[in-house]
C-alpha cells in the first residue's frame, strides 16, 4: 500500500521525515521533491528496491545512477575527484546539477555505469530532500521520475503520481511544485567539465 505523505516545502516536519526515512531503511522506493522536479529515491545498498525502480522507470543496463548527498562531507568516499573539480563543484552546490565523476571501490558495482565505472553525485537545492538526507545520515539512491510513455515536458502533481504508482512505491511525498526540468549534467572525469545535458540551472559556470 502507498503512503501519500504531504510534508510542509520549506519546513519540513520533522516527524513525518522520519517516518519517510524509516521507510527507505527499511527498502522502500520514495517519491520526494528536489530542486528540478521530482525523484525517485532508495537506500544506497538495497539491491532490490534498485531493480523496482528500474522495472518503473524502465531503464536500460547502461544507465547513469545519481547519489544524492546532503553535502560534499562524503564526496571523496563515493568519488575520486581532483582540487581543481572539487572546486568547482562546490562553488555550484546545492543546486540542479548532477556531476558524472569516477567511482571509488566503496560504491556497489551496480549503481556504477557498467563500462565507464562512473557515478553521478547530486546535491539538492530542497529543503525536504535535505531534511530526509540529514535523517538518513548517508546519500541515497536517486533517478528522475520520468515515466514510460510520459511527454516530454509534462509534469505530474503528487496526487497524479500517486495515482501512477499507487502499489509500485511504498510513499509518495507532496513537497507542492518544486520545477520540471531536469539537472544539467556535467561530465568531471576528464580533468575539465564537459555538459552532457543542458537542463536546470546556469550551464554557463562549466562553459
Not at 510542509?8 to 519517510?20: C, F, M, W, Y
Not at 546535491?123 to 521520475?145: K, W
Request: hydrophobic residues 35%.
Amino acid at each position: 500500500m502507498t503512503q501519500l505523505i504531504e510534508i510542509h516545502p520549506e519546513n519540513p516536519q520533522p516527524r513525518l521525515v522520519s517516518q519517510l526515512v524509516a521507510i527507505i531503511r527499511n527498502g522502500g522506493v520514495v517519491v520526494y521533491p528536489t530542486d528540478s522536479g521530482y525523484a525517485l529515491g532508495c537506500h544506497i545498498g538495497d539491491k532490490k528496491a534498485l531493480d523496482r525502480i528500474r522495472q518503473i522507470r524502465d531503464l536500460e543496463k547502461d544507465h547513469n545512477f545519481t547519489l544524492v548527498c546532503r553535502d560534499l562531507s562524503e564526496l571523496a568516499f563515493y568519488a575520486r575527484v581532483d582540487n581543481t573539480a572539487f572546486r568547482l563543484i562546490k562553488n555550484n552546490t546545492p543546486g540542479p546539477y548532477t556531476f558524472i565523476l569516477r567511482a571509488t571501490a566503496e560504491v556497489p558495482n551496480r549503481l556504477k555505469h557498467p563500462k565507464k565505472k562512473t557515478i553521478g553525485i547530486r546535491v539538492p537545492d530542497n529543503a525536504i530532500a535535505q531534511a530526509i538526507l540529514e535523517a538518513l545520515g548517508e546519500p541515497m539512491m536517486n533517478t528522475s521520475l520520468i515515466l514510460p510513455g510520459q511527454d516530454e515536458g509534462e509534469v505530474l502533481a503528487p496526487y497524479e503520481i500517486f495515482d501512477e504508482l499507487n502499489g509500485r512505491v511504498d510513499a509518495v511525498i507532496d513537497g507542492g511544485y518544486c520545477g520540471h526540468e531536469e539537472t544539467t549534467v556535467v561530465d568531471m572525469t576528464t580533468g575539465y567539465p564537459e555538459i552532457i545535458r543542458y537542463g536546470a540551472g546556469d550551464a554557463t559556470v562549466f562553459e
